[in-house]
């Protein structure tokens, strides 16, 4: 079903148009309805609207926690690190599952072409926006990568993406995406959490790791997430709901300036959409003037807290403390940002800019499920704006998550097959752990030399 409210303000055409140095032009008011995504709940969040796949997995997910018993009950469980029986999965790895959101890439393209920084930093701020309601597309779990799974792709720009499983335990994949010609490039790791949430029957995501997009120019554009929920999937006469909670911070720290969206209802909004679970709201601020610093990297003294890459912003890619930028050392380096905490619900926010942050320069409002305004100019429309989709490219490494056993027997529909092939990915990684471990002991003992 579609949502639309009726509007009688005014509102911008759904193109921002764009001036020569790529910074936005606001297009002439005209009236137009709000269009919500299809599989929108009335008062907002993502539906799972296919009764079948809703009806297989409550009952997988069942026999899974009567399976799991009073572990459930601390809940102090990863779900990320917890076998689950295949029923419950696409025939998908996570690594091809991270990539689903990142589908619009013609906002990076415009953003890699923008002179301005603050018009740069409302693009980005867009392409990170648009993609979150496809995180939810598909309601069943991936399959968890192997150590050394690779995954590669390409949009139909010329958009490529590379991707590898470098930690099991904790799981961590990194990932470099790189836009037509290299005008930009997306690159960082992931390191996801899942953990039940027993007052909503569901479970929660928080995307530890880092992002950051980086141009030619040598701006970086980091990018830090909110948090996600999928509610009454486990039990309840309500369908699973999607949601978004919290904060996504976006910081430029060459040029100063930040971006701090809340997600979640705003009480006490004037705007429909603003009063509704899936609502958007935030400003970018301009920080050249904020001395007070605040972990984000805006600090006089601070850094990015990013590994530092020699060269020109686009060189070769390596850490300064020598090894591969996607390293366990580089990702040990993260930790700080691998536990950043997460802000609480957004509903007592003051939809007001704050002083703290800076001087804001420009305000976003709308809905991850519908649309964005940034100063009055409509950036994004999810009824007319046309997602890309990835495609495997030729030839891709030995590793690729496409020639996964389980996976591959999964997707001709073979259950019984694919809970076999399975079991014996997972005991072929216990026993590679295991000679990793003697490895490493030998070495330490010094009976083992590289």
């Known amino acids: 079903m579609v949502f639309k409210l009726g509007s009688k303000k005014k509102k911008p055409s759904d193109a921002p148009a764009t001036s020569s140095n790529g910074s936005s032009v606001a297009a ?9 995504h299809a599989d929108a709940d009335e008062n907002g969040g993502m539906l799972c609207t296919n009764d079948e796949l809703l009806k297989q997995q409550r009952e997988a997910i069942m026999q899974w926690v009567k399976s799991m018993g009073k572990r459930l009950l601390t809940g102090n469980v990863n779900l990320i690190n917890t076998p689950f029986p295949v029923n419950i999965f696409e025939p998908r790895s996570y690594l091809e599952k991270l990539a689903d959101v990142w589908v619009h890439p013609r906002y990076l393209t415009a953003a890699a072409q923008a002179t301005d920084p603050v018009e740069r930093m409302k693009l980005v701020t867009t392409w990170f926006i648009a993609g979150l309601h496809h995180a939810f597309t598909n309601w069943r779990k991936p399959f968890n990568p192997i150590l050394g799974e690779t995954w590669q792709a390409a949009l139909s720009d010329g958009t490529s993406m590379f991707m590898e499983q470098i930690s099991h335990h904790p799981p961590v994949s990194a990932f470099h995406m790189e836009g037509p010609g290299g005008s930009y490039r997306f690159r960082g790791l992931s390191q996801p959490t899942v953990s039940i949430q027993v007052k909503y029957y569901g479970f929660k ?3 530890k790791g880092f992002r950051y997009v980086e141009f030619r120019d040598g701006t970086r554009i980091e990018l830090h997430y909110p948090q996600y929920y999928i509610k009454n999937v486990v039990y309840g006469s309500s369908r699973p709901r999607a949601e978004v909670d919290g904060q996504a911070i976006l910081v430029d720290v060459r040029n ?9 209802a705003l009480k006490g909004a004037r705007s429909k959409v603003l009063r509704r679970v899936d609502a958007v709201h935030g400003f970018i601020y301009d920080c050249r003037h ?3 610093g605040d972990g984000a990297g805006l600090g006089p003294s601070s850094s990015s807290g ?10 070769g890619g390596k850490a300064q403390s020598g090894g ?11 930790g700080k940002l691998l536990r950043i905490s997460q802000t609480p ?7 007001t800019p704050s002083d703290k942050e800076g001087v804001a320069v420009a305000a976003i409002e709308g809905s991850w499920l519908s649309h964005i305004n940034i100063d009055g100019a409509r950036y994004w429309s999810i009824t007319k704006e046309v997602p890309d989709a990835w495609r495997p490219v030729p030839d891709p490494l030995p590793s690729d998550s496409r020639y996964r056993q389980d996976l591959v027997v999964l997707a001709a529909g073979d259950m019984k097959g694919a809970q076999a092939a399975k079991e014996a990915l ?11 471990e003697v490895a490493l002991a030998s070495n330490s003992r010094g009976g083992y030399r590289h």
Not at 345 to 351: E, H, L, V
């Open 28 to 36: 002439a008011a005209v009236e137009e309805e709000i269009a919500y």
């Open 205 to 207: 995501t928080v995307a």
């Open 256 to 264: 100063k300036l930040k971006t701090v969206i809340s997600f979640g």
């Open 290 to 292: 904020n001395q007070s």
């Open 306 to 315: 990013l590994p530092k890459l020699d060269g020109s912003a686009h060189g």
């Open 324 to 334: 591969s930028f996607f390293s366990m050392s580089a990702l040990n380096s993260m």
């Open 345 to 351: 619900s957004p509903s007592n926010i003051d939809p």
């Open 426 to 436: 997972e005991n072929r990684q216990r026993n590679d752990k295991k000679l990793r």
